[in-house]
Protein backbone atom coordinates (compact mmCIF):
# COMPACT_ATOMS: atom_id res chain seq x y z
CA UNK A 1 0.00 0.00 0.00
CA UNK A 2 1.50 3.00 -0.84
CA UNK A 3 1.35 6.22 1.19
CA UNK A 4 2.86 9.82 0.84
CA UNK A 5 3.15 12.97 2.45
CA UNK A 6 3.55 16.31 1.85
CA UNK A 7 3.66 19.98 3.91
CA UNK A 8 0.50 21.63 4.15
CA UNK A 9 -0.22 25.36 5.87
CA UNK A 10 -1.95 23.63 9.16
CA UNK A 11 -4.85 24.77 11.13
CA UNK A 12 -4.11 22.16 14.49
CA UNK A 13 -3.87 23.84 18.18
CA UNK A 14 -1.93 20.87 20.09
CA UNK A 15 -3.60 19.89 22.98
CA UNK A 16 -0.45 20.08 25.07
CA UNK A 17 0.29 23.72 24.80
CA UNK A 18 -3.15 24.54 25.18
CA UNK A 19 -3.70 23.38 28.39
CA UNK A 20 -0.38 24.89 29.43
CA UNK A 21 -2.22 28.20 28.32
CA UNK A 22 -5.65 27.77 28.49
CA UNK A 23 -6.12 31.53 27.97
CA UNK A 24 -4.51 31.88 24.48
CA UNK A 25 -6.01 32.47 21.72
CA UNK A 26 -6.72 29.41 19.15
CA UNK A 27 -4.15 31.71 16.67
CA UNK A 28 -1.33 31.38 18.91
CA UNK A 29 -1.98 27.62 18.70
CA UNK A 30 -1.53 27.25 14.97
CA UNK A 31 0.80 24.55 13.60
CA UNK A 32 2.18 23.05 10.58
CA UNK A 33 0.92 19.48 9.70
CA UNK A 34 1.79 17.17 7.16
CA UNK A 35 -0.91 15.69 4.83
CA UNK A 36 -0.99 11.80 4.61
CA UNK A 37 -2.37 10.14 1.36
CA UNK A 38 -3.27 6.47 1.22
CA UNK A 39 -3.94 4.07 -1.85
CA UNK A 40 -6.86 1.99 -1.02
CA UNK A 41 -7.25 0.13 -4.21
CA UNK A 42 -7.40 2.59 -7.54
CA UNK A 43 -8.38 5.60 -4.93
CA UNK A 44 -5.95 7.69 -2.82
CA UNK A 45 -7.54 9.50 0.41
CA UNK A 46 -5.85 12.42 1.76
CA UNK A 47 -6.23 12.81 5.58
CA UNK A 48 -5.09 15.18 7.80
CA UNK A 49 -4.54 13.61 11.47
CA UNK A 50 -3.20 15.71 14.52
CA UNK A 51 -1.54 12.75 16.12
CA UNK A 52 -1.56 9.26 18.25
CA UNK A 53 1.03 11.12 19.92
CA UNK A 54 1.22 12.19 24.07
CA UNK A 55 -0.40 15.54 22.95
CA UNK A 56 -3.49 13.62 23.55
CA UNK A 57 -4.72 11.92 25.90
CA UNK A 58 -5.02 7.94 26.06
CA UNK A 59 -8.20 7.19 27.00
CA UNK A 60 -10.07 9.86 24.67
CA UNK A 61 -11.33 8.39 21.63
CA UNK A 62 -10.40 9.43 18.05
CA UNK A 63 -13.05 11.93 16.21
CA UNK A 64 -12.79 11.48 12.73
CA UNK A 65 -15.05 14.48 11.17
CA UNK A 66 -16.25 13.92 7.01
CA UNK A 67 -17.36 16.87 4.72
CA UNK A 68 -20.21 17.20 2.28
CA UNK A 69 -20.65 17.23 -1.29
CA UNK A 70 -18.08 19.73 -2.98
CA UNK A 71 -16.25 20.70 -0.35
CA UNK A 72 -13.04 19.50 2.04
CA UNK A 73 -12.19 19.10 5.13
CA UNK A 74 -11.60 22.93 5.63
CA UNK A 75 -14.47 23.22 6.28
CA UNK A 76 -14.00 21.57 9.69
CA UNK A 77 -11.28 23.46 11.00
CA UNK A 78 -12.64 25.81 13.43
CA UNK A 79 -14.19 22.56 15.12
CA UNK A 80 -11.18 20.39 14.82
CA UNK A 81 -9.55 23.25 16.97
CA UNK A 82 -12.00 22.82 19.65
CA UNK A 83 -11.66 19.15 20.31
CA UNK A 84 -8.37 18.96 19.59
CA UNK A 85 -7.56 21.33 22.75
CA UNK A 86 -9.77 19.18 24.61
CA UNK A 87 -7.24 16.52 24.47
CA UNK A 88 -8.92 14.91 21.11
CA UNK A 89 -7.27 13.36 18.16
CA UNK A 90 -8.85 14.62 15.13
CA UNK A 91 -8.65 12.86 12.09
CA UNK A 92 -9.84 15.29 8.48
CA UNK A 93 -10.20 13.19 5.45
CA UNK A 94 -10.95 14.52 1.96
CA UNK A 95 -13.64 12.40 0.34
CA UNK A 96 -12.73 10.56 -2.83
CA UNK A 97 -13.48 13.31 -5.77
CA UNK A 98 -12.36 16.34 -3.21
CA UNK A 99 -10.04 18.26 -2.05
CA UNK A 100 -6.62 16.25 -2.19
CA UNK A 101 -8.12 12.78 -2.89
CA UNK A 102 -7.68 11.27 -5.79
CA UNK A 103 -10.57 11.44 -8.55
CA UNK A 104 -11.90 8.45 -9.72
CA UNK A 105 -14.28 6.76 -11.68
CA UNK A 106 -16.97 5.10 -9.66
CA UNK A 107 -18.92 7.57 -7.08
CA UNK A 108 -21.37 5.43 -5.61
CA UNK A 109 -22.53 5.98 -1.35
CA UNK A 110 -21.08 2.65 -0.29
CA UNK A 111 -17.58 3.24 -1.27
CA UNK A 112 -17.44 6.94 0.57
CA UNK A 113 -18.31 4.86 3.44
CA UNK A 114 -16.05 2.03 2.72
CA UNK A 115 -13.09 4.16 2.05
CA UNK A 116 -13.72 5.66 5.91
CA UNK A 117 -13.83 1.96 6.99
CA UNK A 118 -10.14 1.55 5.50
CA UNK A 119 -9.12 4.04 6.88
CA UNK A 120 -9.92 3.77 10.83
CA UNK A 121 -8.50 0.25 9.80
CA UNK A 122 -4.93 1.42 8.18
CA UNK A 123 -5.08 3.65 11.45
CA UNK A 124 -5.31 1.17 13.80
CA UNK A 125 -8.21 2.45 15.42
CA UNK A 126 -9.95 0.50 17.95
CA UNK A 127 -13.20 2.66 18.63
CA UNK A 128 -13.83 6.46 16.85
CA UNK A 129 -16.43 9.13 17.01
CA UNK A 130 -17.86 9.84 13.46
CA UNK A 131 -18.96 13.30 12.28
CA UNK A 132 -20.58 13.62 9.19
CA UNK A 133 -22.23 16.38 7.14
CA UNK A 134 -24.38 15.50 3.92
CA UNK A 135 -22.98 13.29 1.61
CA UNK A 136 -20.53 12.76 4.35
CA UNK A 137 -23.39 11.61 6.46
CA UNK A 138 -23.77 8.74 4.09
CA UNK A 139 -20.14 7.56 4.79
CA UNK A 140 -20.38 7.78 8.46
CA UNK A 141 -23.65 6.35 8.93
CA UNK A 142 -22.52 3.45 6.89
CA UNK A 143 -19.37 2.72 8.60
CA UNK A 144 -21.66 2.62 12.08
CA UNK A 145 -23.73 0.07 10.09
CA UNK A 146 -21.01 -2.14 8.63
CA UNK A 147 -19.08 -2.29 12.17
CA UNK A 148 -21.01 -1.05 14.74
CA UNK A 149 -18.25 -2.36 17.44
CA UNK A 150 -15.84 0.52 16.41
CA UNK A 151 -18.31 3.66 16.61
CA UNK A 152 -18.71 5.09 19.84
CA UNK A 153 -21.04 7.85 18.64
CA UNK A 154 -22.31 9.35 15.79
CA UNK A 155 -23.22 12.67 14.58
CA UNK A 156 -24.86 13.06 11.58
CA UNK A 157 -25.70 16.54 9.73
CA UNK A 158 -28.12 17.48 7.02
CA UNK A 159 -27.82 14.06 5.23
CA UNK A 160 -30.56 14.20 2.55
CA UNK A 161 -32.39 11.21 3.31
CA UNK A 162 -32.79 8.44 0.69
CA UNK A 163 -36.25 7.40 -0.70
CA UNK A 164 -37.17 3.98 1.22
CA UNK A 165 -39.57 2.76 -2.37
CA UNK A 166 -40.64 3.95 -5.35
CA UNK A 167 -43.62 5.28 -4.11
CA UNK A 168 -42.12 8.30 -2.40
CA UNK A 169 -40.75 11.10 -4.04
CA UNK A 170 -38.21 13.77 -3.02
CA UNK A 171 -39.05 16.62 -0.75
CA UNK A 172 -37.02 19.51 0.24
CA UNK A 173 -37.73 22.25 2.16
CA UNK A 174 -37.20 25.44 0.06
CA UNK A 175 -36.00 28.91 1.11
CA UNK A 176 -33.36 31.35 -0.58
CA UNK A 177 -30.21 31.62 1.61
CA UNK A 178 -29.96 34.47 4.32
CA UNK A 179 -27.40 37.33 4.41
CA UNK A 180 -25.31 36.08 6.77
CA UNK A 181 -25.26 32.65 5.34
CA UNK A 182 -24.48 33.76 1.67
CA UNK A 183 -21.49 36.13 3.91
CA UNK A 184 -20.02 32.83 5.78
CA UNK A 185 -20.35 30.18 2.75
CA UNK A 186 -18.72 33.41 0.53
CA UNK A 187 -15.85 34.01 2.31
CA UNK A 188 -15.62 29.93 2.98
CA UNK A 189 -14.41 29.77 -0.44
CA UNK A 190 -12.13 32.74 -0.47
CA UNK A 191 -10.63 31.06 2.49
CA UNK A 192 -10.48 27.53 1.21
CA UNK A 193 -10.89 27.95 -2.97
CA UNK A 194 -8.97 24.59 -3.20
CA UNK A 195 -12.53 22.30 -2.38
CA UNK A 196 -13.94 24.49 -5.39
CA UNK A 197 -10.94 23.63 -7.83
CA UNK A 198 -10.46 20.64 -6.69
CA UNK A 199 -13.67 19.03 -7.14
CA UNK A 200 -14.60 16.33 -9.50
CA UNK A 201 -17.78 17.56 -10.88
CA UNK A 202 -18.17 14.36 -12.80
CA UNK A 203 -19.88 13.03 -9.55
CA UNK A 204 -22.54 15.73 -9.35
CA UNK A 205 -25.06 13.35 -11.91
CA UNK A 206 -24.09 10.37 -9.72
CA UNK A 207 -25.32 11.65 -6.79
CA UNK A 208 -28.43 13.46 -7.98
CA UNK A 209 -29.30 9.97 -9.34
CA UNK A 210 -28.43 8.06 -5.96
CA UNK A 211 -30.18 10.79 -4.43
CA UNK A 212 -33.42 10.08 -5.91
CA UNK A 213 -33.73 6.47 -6.89
CA UNK A 214 -34.58 4.52 -3.78
CA UNK A 215 -32.61 3.19 -1.22
CA UNK A 216 -33.65 0.72 0.99
CA UNK A 217 -30.46 -1.37 2.00
CA UNK A 218 -29.55 1.95 4.01
CA UNK A 219 -32.43 2.18 5.78
CA UNK A 220 -32.49 -1.85 6.34
CA UNK A 221 -29.01 -1.23 7.65
CA UNK A 222 -30.26 1.07 10.40
CA UNK A 223 -31.38 -1.05 12.99
CA UNK A 224 -27.59 -1.97 12.80
CA UNK A 225 -26.36 1.16 14.39
CA UNK A 226 -25.49 0.74 18.26
CA UNK A 227 -24.20 3.90 18.18
CA UNK A 228 -25.88 6.63 20.28
CA UNK A 229 -26.78 9.09 17.59
CA UNK A 230 -27.43 12.71 17.00
CA UNK A 231 -28.62 14.15 13.92
CA UNK A 232 -29.19 17.23 13.44
CA UNK A 233 -31.20 18.90 10.95
CA UNK A 234 -31.63 22.84 9.47
CA UNK A 235 -34.90 24.57 9.08
CA UNK A 236 -36.50 26.29 5.47
CA UNK A 237 -33.80 26.37 3.58
CA UNK A 238 -32.17 22.31 4.54
CA UNK A 239 -32.06 19.35 2.68
CA UNK A 240 -33.65 16.82 5.08
CA UNK A 241 -37.48 16.02 4.48
CA UNK A 242 -38.94 16.23 8.40
CA UNK A 243 -41.12 12.88 7.80
CA UNK A 244 -37.89 11.01 6.73
CA UNK A 245 -36.08 12.05 9.54
CA UNK A 246 -38.87 10.86 11.82
CA UNK A 247 -38.45 7.43 10.27
CA UNK A 248 -35.15 7.09 10.98
CA UNK A 249 -35.43 8.42 14.36
CA UNK A 250 -37.41 5.62 15.53
CA UNK A 251 -35.22 2.96 13.03
CA UNK A 252 -32.17 4.06 15.07
CA UNK A 253 -32.22 2.01 18.81
CA UNK A 254 -30.74 5.24 20.17
CA UNK A 255 -31.08 8.40 18.44
CA UNK A 256 -31.44 12.04 19.25
CA UNK A 257 -32.41 14.82 17.02
CA UNK A 258 -32.05 18.08 16.97
CA UNK A 259 -33.53 21.40 14.54
CA UNK A 260 -31.92 24.81 13.78
CA UNK A 261 -32.72 27.83 12.16
CA UNK A 262 -30.67 27.30 9.50
CA UNK A 263 -30.07 26.05 6.06
CA UNK A 264 -27.97 22.72 5.17
CA UNK A 265 -24.68 23.90 6.66
CA UNK A 266 -25.12 23.97 10.84
CA UNK A 267 -21.69 23.86 11.67
CA UNK A 268 -20.87 26.52 8.94
CA UNK A 269 -24.09 28.83 9.41
CA UNK A 270 -24.94 28.44 13.21
CA UNK A 271 -20.89 27.11 14.83
CA UNK A 272 -21.69 28.46 18.06
CA UNK A 273 -25.14 25.95 17.84
CA UNK A 274 -23.30 23.34 16.34
CA UNK A 275 -20.72 23.32 18.93
CA UNK A 276 -22.87 23.88 22.02
CA UNK A 277 -25.28 20.70 20.99
CA UNK A 278 -21.99 18.33 19.69
CA UNK A 279 -19.42 18.93 22.29
CA UNK A 280 -21.66 17.77 25.10
CA UNK A 281 -22.52 14.68 22.78
CA UNK A 282 -18.88 13.62 22.46
CA UNK A 283 -18.25 14.15 26.48
CA UNK A 284 -17.11 17.32 26.80
Not at 61 to 88: I, N, S
Amino acid sequence: MWRGSTNDLGLWSRAQPAAEHPGWPVGWLIVELTVTRVAFGDVRIAYRDSGAGSAHSANEVPVLLMHGMGGDGHTWDRFARQLVRRGRRVIIPDLRGHGRSAHTDSYRFPEFGADVLRLCERLDLESVDLVGHSLGGYAVSWVAMERPELVRRLVIEEQPLPLRSGDEQVAFTRRLPTVPELWHATTSLLRHPRAVLSFDRSMTGTALEQFRKPYPEWWEGLADITAPTLFLRGGPGGMVDPVKVEQMRTAVPDCEVRAFRCGHSIHRDRYSDFESAVLPFLGH
